[in-house]
């Protein structure tokens, strides 16, 4: 069964801060890990990776992946109240005949304080 | 607008009483998905459709049915709901899985079955 573990649950930081996310995976012929964040809303996407050791920016967030060890991390750097979500991590994996099938961790908690 | 949307967004009801959540994309996306969120559990992914009569199963499909007749619809049906379904739910779309298209979600239908 796939799996998907973010770690920690929860995390309460101030701003200026920076944070680090991690997710780590279980999957039968991994395609693509996903990072999504979500406020109180409908998730919104920030980064899909597929490529080893390729980090992915924008603006003060960044991730990257590391196939080998089946971990991705999440990095918030000089964090603002705005970044307070929860963000998920999906990851993409093969699903009956086609690779449509998507497995999402439990989300990390993140507060960022003034 | 490029959007997904869902109906109903609030909706509650009893045990057994069949009922459909509608979900559209106008951006002509070929992938949809259905999802369920839950505390602590993170998104669960239900169903999901590479394109037109195309389905497949994601990780709890059981008491929920979909159908693809056409590419913009993608509807959910509850045949006989229970209390364990309610859940808040959310469609999502993209025009394909892959590393260059992210996926949309819609803004989600809170589901109470009593």
Known sequence: ?114 | EAQVTQNPRYLITVTGKKLTVTCSQNMNHEYMSWYRQDPGLGLRQIYYSMNVEVTDKGDVPEGYKVSRKEKRNFPLILESPSPNQTSLYFCASSFKLGEFYEQYFGPGTRLTVT
């Open chain 1, 1 to 114: 069964e796939d799996k998907v573990v973010q770690s920690p649950l929860s995390l309460v930081v101030h701003e200026g801060d920076t944070v680090t996310l991690n997710c780590s995976y279980e999957v039968t012929n991994f395609r693509s890990l996903l990072w999504y964040k979500q406020e109180k809303k409908a998730p919104t996407f920030l980064f899909m990776l597929t490529s080893s050791g390729i980090e992915k920016k924008s603006g003060r967030l960044s991730s990257i992946l590391d196939k080998k060890e089946l971990f991705s991390i999440l990095n918030i750097t000089a964090t603002q109240t705005g970044d307070s979500a929860v963000y998920l991590c999906a990851v993409r994996g093969p699903g009956g005949t086609s690779y449509g099938k998507l497995t999402f961790g439990q989300g990390t908690i993140l507060t960022v304080h003034p």
